[in-house]
């Protein structure tokens, strides 16, 4: 059971998506998860902004419609990785 366990996290380590910048190598879900993150932090300020800035408004609706569907262990974002 170990084995096939351990077998299939490799299986999907090597499905995800990196990115090598120069010696760097940089996993992309990781970084999408942390843009998340920081983003769902601050959600509170970009809610009070967008209301008295009109442009931002259409943006920061998309981006808080994204946010529930991203952030619960990146759900979202495995789905478009498989």
């Not at 299986?11 to 999408?32: A, P």
């Not at 993150?37 to 209301?51: E, L, P």
């Amino acid at each position: 059971m170990r084995k096939l366990i351990e077998d299939r996290q490799s299986q999907i380590k090597s499905r995800e998506w990196n990115i090598k910048c120069g010696k760097l190598d940089v996993n992309i879900r990781k970084q999408v998860e942390r843009v998340a993150k920081f983003v769902q932090t601050v959600s509170v300020a970009g809610n009070i902004i967008s209301m008295y800035e009109p442009h931002s408004a259409i943006v920061w609706a998309g981006i808080s419609f994204a946010l529930p569907v991203s952030t619960p262990h990146g759900t979202f974002i495995a789905l478009l990785t498989d």
